[in-house]
């Protein structure tokens, strides 16, 4: 009986896995960098074409699921016109800020359309689009008449796409009247702001009232007999995690697919499906090591241990502007690889650097470079109280965690003349003296480090590690256990390698000398 009850939990986790993996998702990024590994678990990826890179690896492996974002009903008042266009085509200001509204019931308008920018963007690798705010005419001041014929005029175009590119999958932002006519070549529709919301400039996050969304909610009831996926894009601040959590499930519980992003859409929000983070970001010096990025030691010694994990290391080049807070939330966690000279020569970007990524509440592990004499308020920030004095070199010993430090050669003792006591902290690896100690390595509340002696040291031409990397990594940046292929097979499939040799074709035959072996 108890193989059965096991049996039977069995069946419901795989069944309620399968459920959990097989619903729809999508998500809307009109960001920098496009962070595939977040985006491609996706079935609809969103993306504005000017700010993805077509080129990139992630764009090819997903672009079946991803939709370019256009506006052909508005256009931007700050964007630049194109030879062709004809500005009798703008009917008004929209209520969409900066930008005007375009007159959707001309025929040559079309034309433009495809020539400007649906045919150079199928060129660029583009296969489905999201044509975005055909709704805006009914916020207008356009009269009735006019709005019946750019109705239509809507129609007509869909209709044209559909034909020119009938494997092209379309996405909406419509209301009912037009979704009435084109629903059976279309394959979602986007509604914006049932719970959370922007106000009328854009600029601040407003609750949805009770009235509205009701409004809402019967538009979308006409719609629904047409049995396409409905996705529901709300806004709230990226800071606010918990409160988008309990959105999301709101909109869950009226069978829509949810997304939650920022008022710009230029950050990782929340789905119903989320992907781990699997990017690390690793800080260097470029300033010190002025080299490609593949010969600094972050990446030689670094990036091997983290992809072992399953895990990619971003490098970046703490000398440059500090990374926004949309580009460092996408983030697993951070390693600091730094020798010391740039954070002595600019001991104030390095502290704001420190502040940002702990604004983000990222994990950091500090691999060196950081002087006591330049970062005090560092250290009062990471609950690390220092003391400065002689440590005497007689009356001294290590004292380390055998599982963290002596992994490839035991630790040393530093030359530094302070002592570290970090607080509330799992310590790895101290030196004792008889009245003081200092710890040279540890697991923090904040993510960790490994200073001098602790870390790596070179011996005969060799870099080897004092600290365990593999665990290092993995337990100061708290990164989660992953999948990933066996390391030694090649795409988790087996290999079977045969060599041939040819160098001998030339020798004389053993059974007739007469002969070359190759005859």
Same mark, same amino acid.
């Given at each position: 009986?108890?193989y059965?009850?096991y049996l039977?939990l069995?069946?419901?986790?795989?069944?309620?896995?399968?459920?959990s993996?097989?619903s729809?998702?999508?998500?809307?990024y009109y960001?920098d960098?496009t962070?595939?590994?977040?985006?491609?678990?996706?079935?609809?990826?969103?993306?504005?074409?000017e700010?993805?890179?077509e080129?990139?690896h992630g764009?090819k492996?997903?672009?079946?699921?991803?939709?370019?974002?256009?506006?052909i009903a508005?256009l931007?008042l700050?964007?630049?016109?194109?030879?062709?266009?004809?500005k009798?085509?703008i009917?008004?200001?929209?209520v969409?800020?900066?930008s005007?509204?375009?007159?959707?019931?001309?025929?040559?308008?079309?034309?433009?359309?495809?020539n400007n920018?649906?045919? *150079?963007?199928?060129?660029?690798? +583009?296969?489905n689009f999201?044509?975005?705010?055909l709704?805006?005419?009914?916020?207008?001041?356009?009269?009735d008449?006019?709005?019946?014929?750019?109705?239509?005029?809507?129609?007509k175009?869909?209709?044209?796409?559909n034909h020119?590119y009938?494997?092209?999958?379309?996405i909406?932002?419509a209301?009912?009247?037009?979704?009435a006519?084109?629903?059976d070549f279309?394959?979602?529709?986007?509604y914006e702001?049932?719970?959370?919301?922007?106000?009328?400039?854009?600029?601040?996050?407003?609750?949805?009232?009770?009235?509205?969304?009701?409004?809402?909610l019967?538009?979308i009831?006409k719609?629904?007999?047409?049995?396409?996926p409905?996705i529901?894009?709300d806004?709230? *601040?990226?800071?606010?995690?918990?409160?988008m959590?309990e959105?999301?499930?709101k909109?869950?519980?009226?069978?829509?697919? *949810?997304?939650i992003?920022n008022r710009?859409?230029s950050a990782?929000?929340?789905?119903s499906?989320n992907?781990?983070?699997?990017?690390?970001l690793?800080l260097?010096?470029?300033?010190?090591?002025?080299?490609?990025?593949?010969e600094t030691s972050?990446?030689q010694?670094g990036?091997? *241990?983290i992809?072992?994990?399953?895990?990619?290391p971003?490098?970046?080049?703490?000398?440059k502007?500090?990374?926004?807070d949309?580009?460092?939330?996408?983030y697993?966690?951070v390693?600091v690889w730094l020798?010391?000279?740039?954070?002595?020569?600019e001991p104030?970007?390095?502290?704001?650097?420190?502040h940002?990524?702990?604004k983000?509440?990222?994990?950091i592990l500090?691999?060196?470079?950081?002087?006591s004499?330049?970062?005090?308020s560092?250290?009062?920030?990471?609950?690390?109280d220092i003391e400065k004095?002689?440590?005497d070199?007689?009356k001294?010993?290590?004292i380390?965690?055998?599982?963290?430090?002596?992994?490839?050669v035991d630790p040393?003792?530093?030359?530094?003349?302070t +002592?570290?006591?970090?607080?509330?902290s799992?310590v790895l690896c101290?030196v004792?003296?008889?009245?003081n100690?200092?710890?040279m390595?540890?697991i923090?509340p904040w993510?960790g480090y490994a200073?001098?002696?602790?870390?790596?040291?070179?011996?005969a031409?060799n870099?080897?590690?004092i600290a365990?990397?593999?665990?290092l990594?993995?337990?100061a940046?708290?990164?989660?256990?992953l999948?990933v292929p066996d390391?030694?097979?090649?795409?988790g499939k087996?290999?079977?390698?045969?060599?041939?040799d040819?160098d001998?074709i030339m020798?004389?035959?053993?059974?007739?000398?007469?002969?070359?072996?190759?005859d």
């Open positions: 009986m108890n059965i009850k039977v069995l069946l419901f986790f795989f069944a309620s896995l399968h459920a993996l097989t729809k998702s999508a998500i809307f960001g960098d962070p595939y590994s977040l985006l491609g678990i996706h079935d609809y990826i969103i993306l504005k074409p700010s993805a890179n080129f990139t764009f492996i997903y672009k079946d699921n991803i939709y370019a974002q256009i506006d508005t931007d700050k964007g630049s016109y194109s030879a062709d266009f004809d009798q085509w009917l008004s200001n929209s969409i800020q900066d005007e509204l375009l007159d959707m019931s001309n025929q040559d308008y079309h034309l433009f359309i495809y920018i649906i045919n *150079p963007l199928i060129e660029q690798g +583009y296969k999201y044509f975005d705010h709704n805006v005419y009914q916020a207008s001041t356009i009269r008449e006019k709005q019946a014929l750019i109705e239509e005029g809507i129609i175009f869909l209709y044209e796409f020119r009938p494997d092209a999958k379309i909406l932002n209301e009912s009247k037009i979704i006519k084109v629903h279309i394959e979602a529709l986007v702001s049932l719970f959370k919301g922007l106000s009328s400039n854009g600029f601040n996050y407003v609750d949805v009232s009770n009235l509205n969304r009701e409004l809402l019967s538009e009831s719609v629904q007999k047409y049995n396409k409905i529901i894009l806004y709230l *601040p990226f800071s606010k995690r918990a409160l959590t959105t999301l499930k909109i869950e519980a009226f069978n829509f697919i *949810p997304y992003g710009t859409l990782v929000g929340q789905s499906k992907a781990l983070k699997r990017e690390v690793f260097y010096d470029g300033t010190f090591e002025n080299k490609d990025i593949d972050a990446f010694q990036a091997l *241990p992809e072992y994990l399953g895990y990619i971003i490098l970046y080049d703490v000398s502007k500090i990374l926004s949309d580009i460092l939330q996408r697993a966690g390693v020798n010391g000279e740039y954070t002595r020569k104030k970007a390095f502290i704001r650097w420190v940002a990524l702990r983000n509440d990222l994990k500090f691999f060196e470079g950081l002087d004499d330049y970062h005090l560092i250290f009062k920030t990471l609950d690390i004095d002689v440590i070199n007689t001294k010993k290590i380390s965690d055998s599982e963290y430090i002596g992994y490839e040393f003792f530093p030359s530094l003349d +002592y570290f006591h970090p607080k509330n799992q101290q004792k003296t008889e009245e100690y200092s710890v390595a540890a923090t993510g200073f001098e002696g602790s870390m790596l040291i070179e011996m031409g870099t080897l590690w365990n990397p593999f665990k990594f993995q337990e940046l708290r990164l989660q256990p999948a390391f030694t097979t090649d795409n087996r290999l079977l390698f045969i060599h041939m040819g001998g020798n004389a035959a053993e059974w007739d000398a007469e002969l070359f072996s190759g």
